[in-house]
């Protein structure tokens, strides 16, 4: 049975749930069966591109941190018109003449840059009296949503064209945990005097993953056609690169896996993971030289 994760680079057109099912039917054609537990670490739309974290077996403990994981995209705003899925997909429902000139988008960046108050898109996943809000705005319904509280903990401009009027901008942002980015792209560009809608939307980055350990469709359909698993499988630890690890003995193991709290441990407060060797035993949570067990990983059969 796999345990670990796999990158991949989504490409335009593909929805994460579509990508989640081209890794299961690439695992039953080589020969794991259909018991394989697979999850994705962040939702993807259509329209984007890049980084889908996608979880096999004991790793899919670890999807849940990784949807509260930073996530950094790139994204192009084009100016002018606004739609009403706040990308191409939908229909434009704002224009404007006006463009802005760069040093205006340079000195805007600082102002949306730290704890911001975003409106997400109506065409979102959050639920409104328990329906999705993407189905009550395709239903024709009005959708009104709450703003919330989150965080840009990075904001840049990537080179782009000079000029007097800008027909478009492109931006890098980190992120945190339920920012949309069509809804920041909105903000900047009602901020600047005008409408824009996202033409491009590509994330480079989620929790620790990035494009460097990212594989293309094309090499996840490789294994399907009989090529080795573990080309393309980072290990469950891999998903745990941000935070620090602690060495238990053969005892301590034991007492983690069967739940026990571990007493006087030296290590720093705050989330760490637990490993007996090289086998990954639980994520634990350190207070005052306490471990306390957050999630138990059964992978004592795999120990190399």
């Not at 939702?43 to 890049?50: E, I, N, Q, R, V």
């Not at 899925?85 to 939908?90: K, P, V």
């Not at 573990?230 to 745990?240: F, K, N, R, V, Y």
């Not at 705050?270 to 994520?283: D, K, N, S």
């Amino acid at each position: 049975m796999p345990h670990g994760w796999i990158i991949l680079d989504k490409p335009l057109g593909l929805g994460s749930t579509q990508a989640v099912a081209a890794v299961k039917r690439n695992l039953r054609e080589a020969g794991f069966g259909r018991k394989v537990k697979v999850g994705h670490g962040g939702t993807l739309d259509p329209l984007a591109s890049g980084i889908l974290p996608v979880a096999l077996g004991e790793a899919t403990k670890l999807t849940g941190r990784m949807l509260d994981a930073s996530k950094t995209y790139e994204f192009t705003i084009r100016f002018g018109e606004e739609t009403d899925t706040l990308d191409l997909e939908g229909a434009v429902i704002g224009r404007s003449d006006a463009r802005p000139r760069l040093e205006q988008v340079e000195a805007l960046l600082q102002g949306f840059t730290g704890p911001i108050a975003q409106v997400p898109p109506a065409y979102s996943a959050l639920k409104v009296d328990g329906e999705r809000a993407y189905d009550l705005a395709r239903a024709g319904q009005e959708v009104t949503l709450r703003a919330r509280q989150v965080e840009v903990y990075e904001l840049s401009l990537l080179p782009s064209s000079e000029g007097e009027a800008l027909r478009e901008v492109t931006l890098r942002a980190k992120v945190s945990k339920g920012t949309y980015i069509r809804s920041l792209a909105r903000d900047m560009a009602r901020a600047l005097g005008t409408v824009g809608t996202v033409t491009m939307l590509r994330r480079i980055q989620a929790g620790p993953f990035d494009l460097s350990r990212a594989i293309s469709l094309d090499k996840l359909n490789e294994v399907g056609k009989g090529a080795p698993l573990e080309q393309i499988l980072l290990p469950l630890e891999a998903g745990l690169d941000d935070i620090p690890a602690i060495d238990l003995d053969p005892e301590q193991a034991r007492a983690v896996r069967q739940g026990r709290v571990l007493t006087g441990l030296p290590q720093e407060d705050g989330l760490h993971w637990a490993r007996e060797g090289t086998v990954p035993v639980a994520l634990v949570e350190l207070s005052g030289g306490n471990a306390l067990v957050v999630r138990g990983f059964n992978l004592t059969d795999v120990a190399e």
